[in-house]
């Protein structure tokens, strides 16, 4: 497509959710299938909700999902300024040319009124509108009121009876009628701040935005911004409104759900690449049914036509499931990188060395879901004593005696140390001076020395946790266990 233009437009009232991450991922991936250019626009115009350090978090969460941007608040574009609060001069320019036209007036109606008129239409069934009481004031009498210090909001002003169409590129031929989109509506508020429907249709023209693709809950917006463009004169972009995510009630998806902000799936331990990949998932499929995709895959893979209609429900066990998969398939260097945070928040790993924590990462990351999930496996490796969980104690009661806690304890101080090899040996003499064998002897070993019931195999296990500390483990069980 020719100079495609796409643009997420954020409000920074709070963290970066889950819906609008898949919305500006969506908008990324189009951008790069058809060589266009992916904007980034801060709708910053609620200066009650509207904070600098929101901005900065969506910001980084963005980057961290490798969304980049090639026009945006922090970098150069030919439609700079890229935040609302910035553009307040281009905003008044139109604006007057709307009130000079006819198609705008001042509104002196205070929040009192617009109750009234609003219990009015209850009474008699009505959807709720403004019933145009400030339409045709004088000259004389919008003087009078603004000398009396009262201040005006700007309202447009609707032509009853207008068909309006969308044509969405998800849905179809959609269609309005201007006479119920609630009466003449503010564009600008009584402490002149412009309101969001009416300046994204200008901000969308100016940045030469060509398609705008956003959740459903927008497509009530759509025809408001379109009587607005019209009698602007303003380029109207092609529109898709794609579903909604929802919880597994099938509910919109909150935070009672669980985790909605992708700060939060950071913190937790997800790698941006599975939540990438996940959030594809949600309302689009590949023709081939896949489900692991690099980005590379997913910008080649990507049309609009494919992008449901229908709601997606989030499935937090598959993403858990999908994010295992990338810590198994991961670069170990970067792996251990990424997660040294979550392994400092419990030990000093300080004196620790890279090589032996690869091996430790490499052994058990089979069984990391999510990064986080390490604070459940290291222990096994590193502490001197451990605490055995619930699985254990039948087995530590029933299978776990002295004799078998001193010929472990003697064949392992008989070896100069641990590997795959002293490993057997040690294994060999312990089965003929216990007469155990196979699960009767390997699982009562395996608790005695992990804690658990499963795990990294045995060998490998006894290796990377070391003689030393091994012994000190097994000699603590035999006092206190």
């Not at 009396?148 to 309202?155: A, D, E, H, Q, V």
């Not at 300046?199 to 935005?209: G, H, P, T």
């Not at 607005?228 to 909150?254: F, T, V």
Request: aromatic share 10%.
């Amino acid at each position: 497509m020719e100079n495609f233009r796409v643009r997420f437009a954020p409000s920074p009232t709070g963290k970066l959710h889950i819906g609008n991450a898949r919305t500006a991922m969506f908008n990324y991936l189009l951008s790069r299938k058809y060589h266009g250019k992916f904007v980034l626009r801060i709708e910053d115009t609620d200066f009650e909700r509207s904070t600098k350090e929101s901005e900065i978090s969506i910001l980084q969460d963005l980057k961290w999902l490798g969304l980049e941007w090639d026009e945006g608040p922090d970098t150069e574009g030919p439609y700079k300024p890229y935040r609302q609060s910035d553009r307040f001069d281009i905003y008044n320019k139109f604006t007057q040319q709307l009130i000079s036209q006819g198609d705008a007036y001042k509104c002196f109606c205070s929040a009192e009124d617009i109750e009234v008129m609003r219990q009015e239409c209850i009474k008699e069934n009505k959807q709720p509108r403004y019933n145009g009481k400030c339409r045709n004031l004088s000259k004389e009498e919008i003087e009078a009121k603004e000398k009396s210090g009262l201040k005006p909001s700007i309202r447009f002003k609707v032509e009853e009876g207008v068909n309006i169409v969308v044509n969405d590129l998800l849905r179809g031929k959609i269609e309005f009628n201007s006479s119920n989109i609630g009466g003449d509506f503010i564009i600008v508020r009584s402490d002149n701040v412009p309101v969001y429907n009416y300046i994204v249709v200008i901000d969308d023209d100016l940045m030469k935005i060509t398609h705008v693709l956003r959740g459903e809950d927008h497509l009530s917006n759509t025809p408001k911004q379109i009587l607005i463009a019209k009698k602007l004169s303003l380029n109207i972009p092609q529109y898709a409104h794609h579903a909604l995510i929802l919880g597994p009630d099938r509910a919109k998806l909150s935070k009672r759900h669980g985790i909605t902000s992708v700060a939060n799936y950071r913190d937790e331990g997800y790698l941006s690449e599975a939540l990438f990949n996940y959030l594809s998932l949600l309302g689009w499929s590949s023709e081939t049914g896949e489900e692991i995709f690099t980005k590379d895959e997913l910008i080649s893979q990507i049309d609009i036509s494919r992008i449901g209609k229908s709601a997606a429900v989030f499935d937090f066990k598959k993403l858990r499931w999908i994010n295992g998969i990338y810590i198994r398939n991961y670069d170990l260097d970067k792996l251990l990188t990424l997660i040294k945070p979550f392994l400092n928040k419990d030990y000093d790993i300080s004196n620790l060395s890279d090589v032996w924590l690869k091996d430790v990462l490499e052994a058990i990351r089979g069984n990391l879901e999510v990064l986080s999930d390490i604070k459940e496996w290291f222990p096994i490796f590193y502490n001197e004593t451990i605490n055995y969980d619930d699985d254990c104690k039948d087995i530590i009661k029933q299978d776990i005696n002295q004799t078998l806690i001193n010929s472990l304890l003697s064949n392992i101080e008989k070896v100069d140390t641990l590997n795959h090899d002293s490993y057997n040996i040690i294994m060999k003499a312990v089965m003929e001076e216990t007469q155990l064998k196979g699960k009767k002897l390997f699982m009562p070993v395996r608790v005695l020395i992990t804690g658990k019931t499963k795990g990294v195999d045995l060998d490998k296990t006894m290796e990377l946790i070391g003689k030393k500390r091994l012994i000190a483990r097994i000699k603590s069980f035999r006092v206190n266990g």
